[in-house]
């Protein structure tokens, strides 16, 4: 069943620096202007990464437990915190995440060559996270970066059982150096393989860098939701810098209004997440 398009605003992520891309929110005024803004656009989640005071990736509890209650002041949307973090943070800090209380973390299902670099997620971690937020009552987002992620995530919840709230929401990663590539066919294939998952879980998908308009579009033709954001995407066309989030969540509002399915409000979106 065809219904209305969750949008999930990234904004900020762990991997941009902000001498190099200015409209860049690292500040917690900065971050709460960008929510409430995508908000008011059609975004229902905000995907969290902080920064410290010198714009650095930083997983510092106080301010995590202080950006969640700011956006819960000023917005009503639902609230995800990256327990991925940068990829040198260590396990401990990321599980820590979890003491900041959000509504959604996300929980990476498998290690990733990440450009240079390696995103480490060992399946003990993976299970440590997932059973934390069953206990705790926090729904996850499960990141999918490679095919065999999805494979992880049936053997997971065979073994551990159903998240929190009992729907299982992906979140297709693509076009990561060292991923799978952010092209219609591995979508599809992608979304093929859910057929393995509990039924009725849903998947969002967000194409890093030039692969984020044919992702986004494939994802809305496949009954996929959409994941936008400074996080994944700073180029808004060739030669053409991301003036902010904002701009890349209208063109996804405008996407999904084009293929008829509306940003679903949060309010929907809590009921479809069960959060
Ligand atoms: N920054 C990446 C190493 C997540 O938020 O859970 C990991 C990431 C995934 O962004
Ligand atoms: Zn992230």
């Not at 949008?7 to 917690?28: C, M």
């Not at 092209?183 to 057929?195: D, G, K, P, S």
């Not at 809305?220 to 066309?237: F, I, N, Q």
Request: proline share 5%.
């Amino acid at each position: 069943m065809t219904t209305g398009t969750l949008i999930t605003v990234a904004p900020t992520g762990a991997e941009s620096a902000k001498t190099e891309v200015p409209a860049l929110p690292v500040t917690l005024d900065e971050l709460l202007l960008t929510a409430t803004e995508c908000e008011a656009l059609g975004a229902s989640i905000i995907h969290v990464h902080i920064r410290d005071d010198e714009a650095r990736p930083t997983l510092d509890l106080g301010r995590l437990r202080a950006t969640v209650s700011a956006l819960r002041e000023s917005t009503d949307l639902i609230v995800q915190l990256s327990t991925g973090g940068a990829v040198t943070d260590p396990e401990a800090d990321r599980l820590a995440v979890l003491d900041a209380a959000p509504d959604m973390a996300s929980c990476t299902m498998g290690t990733v060559n990440f450009g240079d670099d390696v995103f480490l997620n060992r399946w003990e971690f993976i299970v440590d996270l997932h059973t934390r937020m069953q206990e705790r009552g926090i729904v996850p987002e499960y990141e999918i970066f490679d095919l065999g992620h999805l494979t992880a995530l049936r053997r997971l919840l065979d073994r551990y059982g159903l998240p929190h709230g009992g729907h299982v929401h992906v979140d297709f990663v693509m076009g990561v150096p060292g991923g799978m590539p952010g092209t219609t066919a591995t979508l599809v294939a992608a979304q093929q393989m859910l057929r393995d998952l509990p039924e009725g879980t849903t998947f969002s998908a967000t194409g890093v860098g030039r692969s984020t308009i044919p992702v986004m579009l494939a994802s809305l033709s496949t009954g996929g939701h959409l994941r936008v954001g400074m996080e994944d995407t700073v180029t808004y066309a060739k030669g053409r810098p991301v003036e902010s989030n904002m701009q890349l969540v209208a063109r996804a509002v405008g996407f999904a209004q084009l293929a008829q399915r509306p940003p679903l409000n949060t309010t929907q979106a809590r009921e479809l997440l069960g959060r």
